[in-house]
């Protein structure tokens, strides 16, 4: 039998989910998004149904707003909410958001108790942090994407910097989903030569910046919105290494418990994803530079979390 893959939100990351999650089989799709005037992801759900004998793909690909059709759901990508404006910090969008994932969780809760969940929706560590309290799964089923887009960003501009190829550069951003997030430049290599060889120290500065403040510049250059190709891509590593057992190693909003110093927080750090869920945390032995960032971007995120005072309800 297929696997069941449920979309939380069918909006611009929703729909590129679908598309990428049919395209490489991955399983049966049910697209989820509160009821509209129209029905956009009904729409969306039968183009990709009548794309596929061009797209060489078996998936039946649903729309619904009914939480019951997605009962028995083995993987969930939460990308419901409001996306970040310009002029808007992902902050700014936490009252609402904490409402929404609040609601998404409860109902994945009911029809989907077994699921692996992965959540997108910024404020990223603080909903990943929200939807783990209310739903009350365990650790190992609740994942926030957002290390893997931070690397993968990180990554992107290395090999435009240098030249080369994105698949030689090897890397991994730690932290928060944010400006304070953590790129370790004395550990990512382009085809096993340290970064640091290759590139000066206000070079790679820039390149850290730039990395930071990655989704903001793409937040201005759309105008409305925020990114949409590369988080989609992000999360369906995720749910494609879980499905699949392929146990990778990538960063990803996972609960710390003393791990790296963090107690009670999801952060991004390297996990590696497997049958099990998130099956294990790698800790890495940071200098005192790292340590002493990894500390401000936990402050961070703790920040934001304490402002969401959610109940835990299991
Ligand atoms: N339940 C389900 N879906 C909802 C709900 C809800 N309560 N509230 C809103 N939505 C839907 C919207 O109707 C919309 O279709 O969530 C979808 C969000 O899609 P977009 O607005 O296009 O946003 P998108 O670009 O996909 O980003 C989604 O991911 O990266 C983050 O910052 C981004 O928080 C944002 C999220």
Known sequence: MRKKIALIGGGQIGQILAMLAAQRELGDIVIFDIPQLENPVKGKALDLTEMAPCGDY?????????YKDIAGADVVIVTAGLPRKPGMSREDLLAVNIKIISEVARNVKQQAPNAFCVIVTN????????FQKVSGFPKSKVVGMAGVLDTARWRAFIALELGVSVEDVAGTVLGGHGPTMVPLPRLTTVGGVPLTDLLDKPAIERIVDRTKEAGTEIVKLLGTGSAFFSPAWSAIIMAESYLKDKKRVV???ALCEGEYGVKGLFIGVPARIGAGGMEKIYEISLNDGEKAMLSKTADAVRQTVAECKVEATA
């Open 123 to 130: 404020p990223l560590d603080a909903m990943v942090y929200v």
């Open 58 to 66: 078996d998936a039946k690909v649903t729309g619904t707003s009914d």
């Open 251 to 253: 960063a990803c909003a």
